[in-house]
C-alpha cells in the first residue's frame, strides 16, 4: 500500500494535529504491507517536520506543498491541489489527518479522514461567529465525501451519531490516538530538557491549547485560590503548555487579576522530551475540559506515572478509567477542582499505567485493517479503473 498523510495545518508549532499525524506515520511504518508513506506539510511546517524525529525509514518520503497560510489558501489546496498529488504519486489511499473540503470526484483512490472532535458543534466559542458555522460546513462536506471516518474515541463516534445523517455515521469506526509509553526515569534525569531554569519548585502541569473548552482561566483561578489559603506549596508553581489561541488574551488577563502571572509559565513548541521531562516532575497533570474528543494528555502523563486530576467527561472516562481523580465541573466547580487538586498533589506518584490500546502496533494494525477493506470494496476498484483508463487516453491524445 502507498499512503498519502496530508498534514498541512495552520500551526508551525507542535500541536495534537501535527503529534496525531507524526505518530500515526510512526505506526504506518511498523507494517511491512505499507510500500510507501508520502507525509505532506506546509511551508511554514518544514522545520517542525524535519525536526520530529520520524526516522530514516526509505519508504517514508515528505513533501512541503505551496499554498497560502490562510484558510481560504489552504481549504484550496485540500480542494484542488491534493488530488492532483495524490494521483502524481500514484498512492492507493489519502489519509487527511483533520477535516478538510474534499473533491471527491477528483479522487481515483479511497480517502479517510481523521475525525478528533466536533467542537464546531460542541465548541463554537472556539471559532467565535461567523467563523464556526463556515467550520461547521466544511466538517459536514468533508465528513459526507470521504469513504471512511477514523473516530480517535468511541465517545467521538457515538456523539458524531447526533449530527450527521445515518449513512455517513455508517462510515466511522473508532482508531484511536497512539500513545507511546516514556521513560520517567530517564526523563527525570535529563535535567536539560526542562523548558526552564528549574530549581527543584513544585509545579502543577496543564498540557491545553488556549480554547475555550480547556477552562485554563478555571485551573488559573483555582491556583491562585490555593496559594492564597496556603493549601500548597508557595513555591509551586502554573505550567500551562499549548500553543496560542482565542483565549490567550483572557487567559493572560485572569492570572494578572488574581495575582499569579509571576507563577504561571506559559510555553508552546515543546519537543518531545521537555512534554515527557513535564509529565516526569510535575506534581500532577490538571486537565479541566468541558469537552474533549480524545484526552491525549491524560494518557501520556498516566503512561509517565503522572498524577492526574481531570473534569468527569466521558473522554476521560474513556481514556483514565480508574486511574485519574474525577471532579465534576457544574455548580460549585472552583471549590470541587481545588478539592480534588490538593488531594491529588498529596498522594505519591503512580506506577506508570499500560494501556495496550494506545500501542503503535495496536493501532497500526487497525489502521492497515481499514485501509485494506477500502481497497477492496468492488465499486472503488471500479472507480480507480475508470480514472487509470481516462488517463492513459489523455496522454495519449497529448502525444
Given amino acids: 500500500?502507498?499512503?498519502?498523510?496530508?498534514?498541512?495545518?495552520?500551526?508551525?508549532?507542535?500541536s495534537g494535529l501535527q503529534r496525531h499525524a507524526f505518530n500515526m506515520v510512526r505506526c504506518l511504518l511498523l507494517r511491512p504491507e505499507i510500500e510507501a508513506i508520502h507525509l505532506v506539510a506546509?511551508?511554514?511546517q518544514r522545520e517542525l517536520v524535519l525536526s520530529a524525529g520520524l526516522g530514516s525509514d526509505k519508504r517514508l518520503a515528505i513533501h512541503i506543498a505551496e499554498m497560502g497560510r490562510g484558510s481560504v489558501g489552504r481549504n484550496g489546496w485540500y480542494y484542488l491541489r491534493l488530488p492532483?498529488?495524490?494521483?502524481s504519486l500514484g498512492v492507493d489511499l489519502v489519509h487527511l489527518t483533520y477535516p478538510m473540503p474534499v473533491n471527491a470526484d477528483a479522487y481515483a483512490c479511497p480517502?479517510?479522514?481523521?475525525?478528533?472532535?466536533?467542537?464546531?458543534?460542541e465548541a463554537p466559542l472556539n471559532f467565535g461567529f461567523p467563523k464556526f458555522v463556515f467550520n461547521r460546513q466544511v466538517l459536514q462536506?468533508?465528513?459526507?465525501?470521504?469513504?471512511?471516518i477514523a473516530c480517535v474515541s468511541e465517545t467521538t463516534r457515538q456523539r458524531l451519531r447526533q449530527y450527521v445523517p445515518a449513512r455517513v455515521w455508517d462510515k466511522s469506526a473508532c482508531v484511536y490516538n497512539c500513545v507511546e509509553s516514556t521513560q520517567p526515569n530517564d526523563a527525570q534525569?535529563?535535567?536539560?530538557?526542562a523548558p526552564w531554569e528549574w530549581q527543584g519548585e513544585p509545579f502543577l502541569l496543564c498540557v491545553a491549547q488556549h480554547r475555550r473548552n480547556k477552562n485554563i482561566p478555571l485551573l488559573i483561578r483555582v491556583f491562585a485560590r490555593l496559594l492564597s489559603r496556603g493549601q500548597i506549596d508557595q513555591r509551586t508553581k502554573l505550567v500551562v503548555v499549548g500553543i496560542e489561541g482565542p483565549e490567550t488574551r483572557?487567559?493572560?488577563?485572569?492570572a494578572s487579576e488574581f495575582g499569579v502571572s509571576g507563577d504561571v509559565k506559559f510555553f508552546e513548541g515543546l519537543t518531545e522530551a521537555q512534554l515527557r521531562w513535564c509529565y516526569a516532575n510535575c506534581e500532577a497533570l490538571a486537565v479541566p475540559s468541558s469537552i474533549e474528543g480524545f484526552g491525549l494528555p491524560v494518557a501520556e502523563a498516566l503512561m509517565a506515572g503522572c498524577k492526574v486530576v481531570c473534569s468527569d467527561i466521558a473522554a476521560h472516562r474513556e481514556v483514565g478509567g480508574e486511574h485519574c481523580r474525577f471532579a465534576a465541573l457544574h455548580g460549585r466547580a472552583e471549590e470541587t477542582l481545588a478539592e480534588a487538586i490538593v488531594e491529588t498533589m498529596r498522594k505519591p506518584r503512580i506506577k506508570p499505567i499500560v494501556f495496550p490500546q494506545f500501542s503503535a502496533a495496536v493501532i497500526a494494525e487497525q489502521y492497515v485493517a481499514l485501509y485494506r477493506g477500502l481497497l477492496?470494496?468492488?465499486?472503488?476498484?471500479q472507480r480507480k479503473s475508470v480514472a487509470v483508463a481516462a488517463t492513459a487516453a489523455s496522454e495519449r491524445r497529448v502525444l
Fill in 1 to 14: 500500500m502507498k499512503i498519502l498523510v496530508a498534514a498541512a495545518a495552520f500551526s508551525s508549532e507542535m
Fill in 111 to 121: 480517502t479517510v479522514v481523521t475525525l478528533h472532535d466536533l467542537y464546531p458543534y
Fill in 141 to 148: 462536506q468533508c465528513l459526507a465525501h470521504v469513504n471512511a
Fill in 42 to 44: 506546509a511551508p511554514w
Fill in 189 to 193: 534525569a535529563l535535567s536539560h530538557d
Fill in 250 to 254: 483572557l487567559i493572560h488577563r485572569t
Fill in 376 to 381: 477492496s470494496a468492488p465499486a472503488l476498484r
Fill in 84 to 87: 492532483e498529488m495524490a494521483a
